[in-house]
Each structure stands twice: as structure tokens, then as C-alpha cells.
């Protein structure tokens, strides 16, 4: 097992169930919100900022242009200006960097599927679910109204797909950007963890093969 | 074994092989291109309509409002000016129904998964795969100018994707329509048909324990 391994998930799938489950059998280190406490440490931005805004884009892309604050400036260094929340998904771009420099991980979410693209031994799974099981397992964690679920999931996700088609260049949830996508109320939670790690077999057997 | 499989793919991706390799492990029907024939067959419509006409569609909604021909009148029943697109489209519609009710089978593309979205025992598979490796497939099989290959792929998914985005109520190619997706370039072929063999058994122990 060499594997890096994303997983990006609609909010209700039970993704970072899964992942976690993924790591556990698997015996290596699981990032999910670990991952904003890392960034932090690592760029000295308060780890509050990172909760606030996790997965989420509030700038809009007409703000920064507005504002001539894009990412980078022309050197390629961060540029003074830069808008908060380019500067808490730089920060989370290299913890991510990083933690895939040491090994095999599982990594929830952020767009590591988009940082690590050109990494050779990156799985990315893509975690999805039918509407009645999301709002199940969501009024189970969540102190929320029964009648305010749908729309509470729908936020959510849109949150996280504007987050990640802002900072790629691809669209959260087509399945073409992924290695495999799995529907978990159609397996569980452990079916998923299983499938998971058959694929993950398959997967290394066929590169030694290539 | 009690599932019905249906396999949407992207041109190029090996779709059709995997399927037909599926059907074969499984000692069960394969459908792809054998189901315009039914379907000329049951309809009494020209088969050669049916493959000049594959999964695509060229008459516009606005055309089929303009002449005010739409799929079914309101007592259910054809309507006798029905564009012939919708003509073909519901006599596959009928094939693929009949199909099923005879058991377990594999069938590739024409909305399958749409058509049975209620039936019980059904799982929808969607293979994708990289472009540098459709490229190479198609290249191989079909008689084109190496420059012209990318757009002849690129055209005939949209083909796909507008049939099916037209007729069903759903995106083609978006992971939350399908049990599984898969991208056949990063586990290859046989990879791809082990994992459907292990998913399929997943699956069906789940549905038991349900």
C-alpha cells in the first residue's frame, strides 16, 4: 500500500465516516478538520479564520478582480493584498503538500484531489448519497429542524462545489475528475470501506503491471 | 446474482468491453447495440433508423413545441405526428422495460438507468477514463485522422450527454446518478471488471441485511 488517498463527499454521505474507517483499517495517518489546526501551526494564521471559512468562498472572483488581488502576483510570492480567504486556501494548498511528502494519508475534503494532481500515487474518491439517507444521518449529528435538513444540505454542498470549482479548474461531483465514485446508500458505510480497499488493490496491481 | 446492470460510458473509455467481459463472468444477457434490433423488431420501425439515430438527438424541444409534437398525448398513448426521434426513443424505452422483467442482464447506454430508475434490483455503472487513453482506444479501432480523433470523441459524448439530459431528468456524467463511477484508464479493463464482480456482491449483501 502506497497510496495517497482524497476523498471528497456531499455533506450527509457519511464520507468522513468512511475515510476515517479507510484509515483505520489501512493503519495510516486520517486529515479531515486536522488539517485546518495544521495550517495554522504552519502559516501562523489564526485557526479560528480556518473554522469560519473552511470549504467555503465568500470573495467573489469579480471582488478580487475588482480589488486586483489575485492569488499570486507575478513572481509567483503571495501578494500583499491577497484577500483572506486566498491566503487560508494557500496555507491549507501546502499543509496538504506536505503531509502527502510523508506517506500514504487519507485527506477529507479541501481540494487535495486538485492540490495533489500531479502526485503519481493519488486515489481520488468521490462519496455521494440519496437525499432521504443524507437528511437521516444529518438529523442524527445535528441540531437541526426536521423541515430545514434539505435545505441546510443543499448550503452546504454548494459551499464546498464553489470552493473547489473556484480554486480548480474542474466541476465538484463530475465523475470524470475522479478514480471512483461511490453512492454510499447503496453499499453502507462499510460496504463502501470495503469496496474501497479492493480498489485500492486493483489499482497498485495494475500500475506494477503498467 | 438478481441485479439488472446498466453501463453508461464515455466514448473511448471501453465501456462496451467491460460490460460484454461483466456479462460474460456473470453468465448473464449483454445488450448494447443488440437492443436496436429488438427494438426494430417489437416497434416495426426500420432498423437502420434505429442505428442512424443511436443516442443522439437532433430534434430541438423547441421544434417538437413549435409542431406541438409531443412524446405522448394525453391519454398516454403515441401520438401519430411524434417526431421519429421520440418514436425511437419509446420503442427502446419498451425493449429495455422487457428486457429487464426477463432478469438479470447487462445493458449498455440508451438511458437504460433512466428507463429502470424504479426498478428494485438495478445498478448503474458509469465508466469514464482519460482522454490520452480514449485517444489510444479509438485510434485503434476506428479508421480516423489522428488530429481529428479528439473532436470525434468530443462530439460523440455530447451526442450522449444531450440524449440523455433530454430524455431523463438528470445530468449525464454527474456521480450522484450512478451506483458507481468508475475511470477504466486508472485500473484498466479486467481491474474495472473485478471491482463491478466485488461491488455487485457488496451490494447485494447490503440490500439482504437491509
Not at 470549504?55 to 478582480?65: F, I, Q, T
Not at 502526485?119 to 462519496?127: A, R, S
Request: aromatic share 10%; charged share 30%.
Amino acid at each position: 500500500m502506497r497510496s495517497i488517498i482524497t476523498i471528497s463527499r456531499e455533506f450527509g454521505s457519511g464520507g468522513r465516516e468512511i475515510g476515517k474507517k479507510l484509515s483505520e483499517r489501512l493503519n495510516i495517518p486520517f486529515y479531515d478538520k486536522e488539517l485546518l489546526e495544521m495550517a495554522s501551526k504552519q502559516s501562523g494564521i489564526c485557526e479560528e479564520l480556518f473554522y469560519r471559512n473552511d470549504e467555503s468562498h465568500s470573495n467573489s472572483l469579480l471582488y478580487s478582480l475588482v480589488m486586483g488581488t489575485y492569488p499570486l502576483s507575478s513572481d509567483g510570492k503571495i501578494h500583499p493584498n491577497m484577500p483572506l480567504n486566498h491566503k487560508l486556501f494557500l496555507a491549507q494548498f501546502d499543509t496538504i503538500k506536505k503531509i502527502a511528502e510523508q506517506g500514504p494519508c487519507v485527506i477529507v475534503g479541501r481540494c487535495a484531489d486538485y492540490v495533489l494532481k500531479d502526485h503519481k500515487n493519488v486515489i481520488n474518491f468521490f462519496i455521494n448519497s440519496d437525499m432521504q439517507n443524507k437528511k437521516k444521518r444529518i438529523l442524527e449529528r445535528y441540531d437541526i429542524e426536521k423541515d430545514k435538513v434539505r435545505d441546510f444540505i443543499k448550503k452546504t454542498d454548494k459551499n464546498r462545489a464553489n470552493y473547489y470549482n473556484y480554486y480548480s479548474d474542474m466541476k465538484w461531483g463530475e465523475a470524470k475528475n475522479y478514480d471512483l465514485c461511490i453512492n454510499s446508500s447503496r453499499i453502507g458505510i462499510d460496504g463502501a470501506v470495503d469496496l474501497m480497499v479492493t480498489y485500492i488493490d486493483v489499482r497498485e496491481k495494475h500500475l506494477d503491471k503498467e
